[in-house]
């Protein structure tokens, strides 16, 4: 029988009236404070995608529209156009595209994929759509070609046959190229896929054939025989026409050209080895290479260019893929930074019987896009204005800033031109096609993005686009390490050591602050000015958890030091803790390491240009032989002047004007003595080795274990493997990356194999910790449990630290959130401003736990009585390296309070589990919502939205939710992205009026927007990709041409290859798909009135444009008419009376 506790029965009732009364005093506040969001202003929409497609297949060029396009191997297409003229799309199927064709200057793309389908794209509306879909059953395709101004699409495929498809009703022609009639009879072989297909420039009639045998065949359409078979013993990879059509070239596996004659079958006119040594006994050269691609291309006025890849002889095998311009007698050989996957040289013309007169190079590599120009000696490469430089350093972490300062955008941007790159070409972009949105969506935005290399970099993310301001080199504050003995002293990163772990930005005052994974943060000042720093700002911290354990077996642990005086500060570090000196190397020989920072700050000056200069870089030490845990929280307040930033051990407060250490302490020193929160380390502990750190010892807790998220710690017994390696896979996301390295861009492959197979000494700890599972309430915990409660937020406000008279004003206080859901407060006491803030000390004194949530804390902010949110106090830029005059300009602060606010407070604290709010300084809970049981959040940010306030998280479970505040009534809950890479809960990020987006690859920025408003706008927003351009005339045949039938040589296809010649194909070849281009498509371009107008003015532009030329043409045509009967009368007039024998 189930024992009675009349205990708990009073404990119920206890929780039952205070959840009552709580519920009532909402309701109260509810009535009182009136919300505008409701679930209609919310819907959840991708918008763009940023940054260089990851893992790229392909590329196709429009030279009428002047648009790239570019497939990727999970079956995307990136469109570009010019300099903020973007779009993304994707094929559902996720196959790789092998091969791409625009229909020129209609506004269509043919895709080929490698699940043997092709699709149609329409490009006419802003978000492109498949218009028809054909899916091959029975072969497979290697190589499509689509004539310039034809209908027709040839289609090879891997057994050598050649199809025919309409491209404007995707249905298959009867007319097939069978491969055993291209060949000679004699032929024993398969002569293997069709690698080449293109028709002559000159006679539309004749198709040559390439087949990776090394076999070519020149077929007439019009008699369905073979003309001509070009045989070479080596493989080919590709093919170009001369303009002429005299002449083909051919490129092969053992790294030759061959250029052949079209009339001449029997052997090459030419063969050359670009890259192969050539033998003294005139034998013929060396192999290289195989040349996977070779474009010819003439010139009017000089020597043709003839551009390649690959071909490289074989003992370079260390060096980098290289492009090869041949031009006359030169050889030009450019290396580059990655293997090229494509490239396409940009013509003058798009008709291929025309002197072509290249003037650029598009080389698409596997992780940048880089344009050569072919008019400049030298060749060399235009400007990106894409934001393709994403992953140049892997990204670490990122903010996204909504709403700022009017000035801070041109002002970042007058700083970083000055970082441009040197050497490039001076003429415009190339790839010029599209127009920019139409959008009203017109306030400055910002991203900033940390990287693995310690360099940081601020976009300009204004109106859906994307382009990098500034960039700012943290590892300059370092010594650099110049051999391998000389490494960084540290053992808590593999990599990187100056790798970007999180930062924190005033963008009013433009104080900037970065923590990296050596346990450093670093303060920076903006500045117009260039200065050079001789001694650069060092400030040392020990920070060490230290608990004062009377059941210690082995009296290792030290004693923990006092608390500061409230009100008092020390002057320097040393003072507050007395260190000794400090040696800069590894581990001493007599002892552990100890007082030595994991990098060493330079000694020599420091040139800063005009940008983000250094005010003061703080260092965390080892202690005892334990190196400092990695930074989980960090914030600054320009206003106050203060920087804060904690860990697993504890927060330190740092005032950076003074350029002194404040308070450094641990966690658990931050709760009131009296408190329910607290927890004595009274239960059983394990036992530990002696001269090992009470709370640091990384031996018996592995990082997964200290940064475990709370709600899934080992309350119950795991029930499976499966339920195991779930749990450790939720742990592994909420250790939120604390050691940094190249590897952070790795797939999330390699992550949930390491996952998956955990070491014994884990499986120990976790066994352990089941044994002595309990409450939260309870205060039997292992003190490694305890140094679990790692700082994990910050806030800065003037607020109401303590439980104080309503009439009071709110003072400056510091907010701390931890691992373990304890909302913390310190107060605040700042001097006057002026000389005082600087040589008065500010006072620190902490004030106990506010409340208490499940989860740690993720988000914290202040409402005013009216439901307003408070800003946080910030101080206005101004420039540090201004004279004593221009200094003495007084810095403004903006009012801390307001009526409403004077009157009391709303905090709103939001964890991993639930949101609260709470009402100050009474510090009553008044509205409170459990926000996931099965998952946890991963980021919350409070918004405003629509002219209301709203707590928006992003779930590990892939849900986006939104509630309302302060009644916290939810708004909105889509299942928008399953936590599938630990790149997407690093880098997710909001910002206020509905923006949010991620890295959804290492080299791609997704940006979304759960606002109503913007996804109603968005068809106005995004970019145009096809633009009305007339098409350039034809080439003139001449006189002579045109008399004698030596200019090019047309075909109608229709006749050739229509029904009625053709007939039909069998349906059993491909099956027809009508896409959802169609009407949907249209209806999605439809939508919005502005779009509407756009498109009616382009239809009216286009009807204009045939309507004025043929308005032209008929009044040429009656001013010719007119002067012919001026003329014949007068000549009538002349010769009227005459008589025959007078003419």
């Known amino acids: 029988m189930k024992k009675f506790n009349i205990r708990k029965v009073l404990d119920g009732l206890t929780a039952a009236s205070s959840s009552s009364a709580s519920a009532q005093s909402g309701n109260k506040e509810n009535d009182a404070i009136p919300e505008s969001l409701q679930s209609e202003h919310f819907q959840l929409c991708k918008t763009v995608r940023h940054g260089f497609p990851h893992q790229p297949s392909s590329m196709a060029f429009d030279p009428v529209q002047k648009i790239l396009a570019i497939g990727t191997q999970s079956g995307a297409l990136r469109l570009f156009g010019r300099a903020g003229v973007e779009c993304y799309c994707q094929h559902e199927s996720e196959a790789a595209v092998i091969q791409l064709q625009f229909l020129v200057n209609e506004g269509a793309l043919v895709s080929a994929l490698t699940d043997d389908s092709i699709h149609l794209w329409n490009l006419r509306q802003k978000q492109p759509a498949i218009l028809h879909t054909l899916k091959f059953s029975k072969e497979r395709i290697t190589f499509c070609h689509l004539p310039f101004q034809s209908k027709w699409l040839y289609v090879g495929t891997e057994r050598g046959n050649i199809y025919i498809v309409n491209v404007e009703s995707f249905t298959l022609s009867g007319y097939v190229i069978m491969w055993n009639k291209a060949i000679e009879l004699s032929t024993k072989t398969h002569p293997g896929p069709v690698v080449h297909i293109s028709d002559n420039p000159m006679d539309e009639g004749k198709l040559l054939i390439g087949y990776e045998c090394g076999i070519v065949v020149l077929w007439d359409l019009k008699c369905k025989k073979a003309d001509c078979r070009y045989n070479y013993d080596e493989a080919i990879h590709s093919v170009a026409w001369h303009h002429e059509g005299k002449q083909f070239i051919c490129s092969h596996s053992d790294g030759t050209l061959t250029t052949w004659n079209v009339r001449a079958p029997a052997k090459p006119v030419q063969t050359i080895t670009p890259h192969g040594k050539q033998s003294k006994d005139g034998k013929k050269p060396e192999p290289c290479k195989p040349i996977l691609k070779v474009e010819y291309k003439t010139t ?509 004003a709110p003072g400056p206080s510091l907010w701390v959130g931890t691992s373990q859901g304890a909302v913390l407060a310190v107060s605040l006491s700042m001097p006057p401003d002026g000389d005082q803030r600087l040589q008065e000390p500010v006072g620190v004194s902490p004030c106990g736990t506010l409340v208490r949530l499940k989860g740690g804390v993720l988000t914290m902010a202040f409402l005013d009585t009216s439901g307003a949110l408070i800003p946080r106090p910030c101080e206005l830029w101004f420039e540090p390296n201004a004279t004593n005059q221009d200094r003495e300009r007084p810095k403004r602060r903006p009012p801390a309070s307001s009526p409403a606010n004077s009157e009391g407070q709303y905090a709103v604290v939001c964890s991993e589990k639930q949101a609260k709010v709470v009402s100050l300084p009474s510090q009553a809970c008044v509205h409170k919502h459990n926000i996931t049981d099965a998952s946890f959040v991963l980021r919350a940010e409070v918004v405003q939205l629509a002219g209301g306030l709203c707590i928006v998280c992003f779930c590990a479970n892939g849900h986006i939710m939104a509630l309302s505040l302060p009644s916290l009534r939810p708004l909105l809950d889509v299942n928008y992205l399953p936590l599938t890479d630990m790149r997407i809960a690093r880098t997710f990020c909001f910002s206020n009026l509905g923006q949010a987006l991620y890295m959804n690859s290492s080299m791609e920025i997704q940006r979304i927007t759960y606002s109503q408003e913007t996804c109603d706008n968005l068809q106005e927003m995004l970019s145009e990709l096809f633009t009305p351009v007339e098409t350039p005339e034809a080439p003139n045949r001449g006189f002579f041409k045109g008399l004698f039938g030596g200019g090019a040589q047309s075909l109608d296809r229709e006749d050739l290859f229509g029904e009625t010649t053709a007939g039909k194909a069998s349906s059993s070849l491909a099956q027809h798909i009508p896409g959802p281009g169609g009407m949907e498509g249209m209806k999605g371009a439809a939508s919005g009135v502005v779009g509407d107008l756009a498109r009616a003015r382009i239809a009216l532009d286009e009807r204009g444009q045939k309507l004025g030329e043929l308005e032209d043409r008929t009044a040429a045509m009656m001013a010719s008419a007119d002067s012919f009967s001026k003329h014949a009368h007068g000549i009538m007039l002349k010769y009227k009376d005459k008589k025959w024998y007078q003419l």
């Open 300 to 808: 009017r006025a000089g020597d043709p260019f003839m551009v390649l890849s690959g071909g490289l002889s074989y003992d370079t095998l260390g060096r980098r893929s290289c492009l090869t311009v041949m031009h006359g007698k030169s050889t030009t050989v450019l290396e580059m930074d990655y293997p090229i996957v494509d490239f396409l040289t940009l013509c003058e013309t798009p008709y291929p019987n025309d002197f072509q007169e290249p003037y650029a190079v598009v080389v698409l590599l596997e992780k940048d896009l880089v344009v050569i120009d072919l008019g400049q000696i030298g060749y060399p490469v235009f400007e990106n204005p894409y934001p393709l430089s994403i992953h140049e350093s892997p990204v670490t972490c990122c903010e996204y800033f909504a709403d700022c300062p009017a000035e801070l955008i041109p002002a970042l941007y007058s700083v970083g031109c000055r970082q441009k790159r040197q050497g490039c070409s001076k003429k415009e972009w190339p790839i010029s096609g599209g127009n920019w949105g139409q959008g009203t969506h017109s306030y400055p935005e910002i991203l900033v993005t940390g990287h693995a290399d310690g360099s940081v970099k601020f976009w300009d993310a204004s109106a859906l686009m994307l382009q990098v301001l500034y960039k700012l080199k943290t590892a300059k504050v370092f010594e650099r390490a110049r051999g391998k003995e000389e490494k960084p002293s540290t053992d808590i990163v593999d990599e990187d050591p100056f790798a970007i772990q999180t930062l924190s930005w005033c963008p009013e005052s433009r104080i900037f602050c970065v923590a990296g994974v050596s346990a450093h943060v670093i303060i920076y000042r903006f500045s117009k000015q260039e200065v050079t720093t001789e001694v650069i700002p060092l400030l040392e911290v020990r920070l060490q958890c230290e608990l004062n354990d009377v059941g210690s077996p082995d009296g290792a642990v030290e004693q923990t030091p006092t608390l500061p005086t409230p009100g008092t500060t020390s002057s320097s570090p040393q003072e507050s803790e007395p260190t000794p000196p400090t040696s800069t190397g590894s581990n001493s020989s007599d002892g552990p390491r100890d007082n030595v920072p994991c990098l060493k700050v330079r000694s020599t000056a420091l040139n800063q240009s005009s940008g983000y200069q250094v005010e003061l870089v703080v260092q965390l030490l080892w202690v005892s032989g334990e190196p400092p845990q990695p930074i989980t929280s960090l914030a600054v307040n320009s206003a106050y002047g203060l920087v804060v930033f904690g860990n697993s051990n504890g927060l330190a407060v740092v005032d950076y004007l003074q350029k002194t250490l404040l308070l450094h302490m641990g966690t658990l020193e931050l709760y009131s003595p009296t408190e329910p929160y607290l927890r004595q380390p009274c239960s059983p502990r394990k036992t530990q080795p002696s001269g090992a750190g009470c709370e640091t010892n990384e031996g018996t807790n592995t990082t997964e274990e200290r940064c475990k998220s709370p709600t899934s710690g080992p309350t119950s017994p795991y029930n499976s493997d499966e339920e195991r390696k779930q749990q450790r896979f939720m742990q592994k996301v909420k250790s939120k990356s604390r050691r940094f390295s190249k590897t952070v861009a790795n797939d999330f492959a390699k992550m949930s194999r390491k996952i998956s197979s955990p070491t014994t000494e884990h499986k120990t700890d976790m066994d352990t910790n089941n044994v002595f599972a309990r409450s939260r309430n309870s205060s039997v915990t292992s003190i490694d449990r305890e140094s679990r409660e790692a700082i994990s937020s910050f806030q800065l406000c003037d607020s109401f630290p303590r439980k104080t008279d309503p009439a009071s």
